[in-house]
């Protein structure tokens, strides 16, 4: 992410209501200082959200390599203006020219103990969403 200019940061805030106030020919330094922490805590977040999606891939990857696993890894990838899927094994995702040509990549998990659950990754967003199919307790 290349981080703003000064200027950039003006005409924002200029656009936003801000104001120069007469007698000064530019906006206090103290909103220069808080739009770069602002720009600061996008990219840390940025940053995290891609470490998480990364840490997280990894981490289905090696589940789907224990003995007691039983499920799938599905791959959905964009073919002219479809979806194609296809079940790979999930070694292949540790390639990662492979992982960014999937659109959504879904791992079908359960084990011997009745566990199931969807870990479904967007590698082009790096974000994730981890469903847990079990059951809830009921109560009562």
Same mark, same amino acid.
């Given at each position: ?49 891609k470490e ?41 995702l540790l =390639? ?31 974000t994730c969403?981890?469903?847990?199919? =079990? ?6």
């Amino acid at each position: 992410m290349k981080k703003l200019t000064d200027q950039q940061i003006r005409d924002i805030c200029l656009t936003n209501g801000y104001t120069i106030k007469p007698g000064n020919d530019d906006l206090k330094p103290y909103v220069y200082a808080a739009a770069r922490d602002i720009e600061k805590a996008v990219i840390d977040s940025n940053q995290q959200k891609k470490e998480t999606f990364w840490n997280e891939l990894n981490i289905c990857i090696g589940y789907m390599q224990q003995e007691d696993v039983a499920g799938e890894v599905i791959v959905l990838t964009r073919i002219d203006s479809g979806l194609v899927s296809k079940r790979i094994d999930s070694m292949q995702l540790l =390639n990662v020219s492979e992982v960014l040509k999937c659109e959504m990549i879904v791992f079908d998990g359960a084990n011997g103990l009745g566990d199931s659950w969807k870990h479904v990754f967007f590698p082009q967003q790096q974000t994730c969403l981890f469903v847990d199919e =079990n059951p809830l307790p009921t109560h009562g």
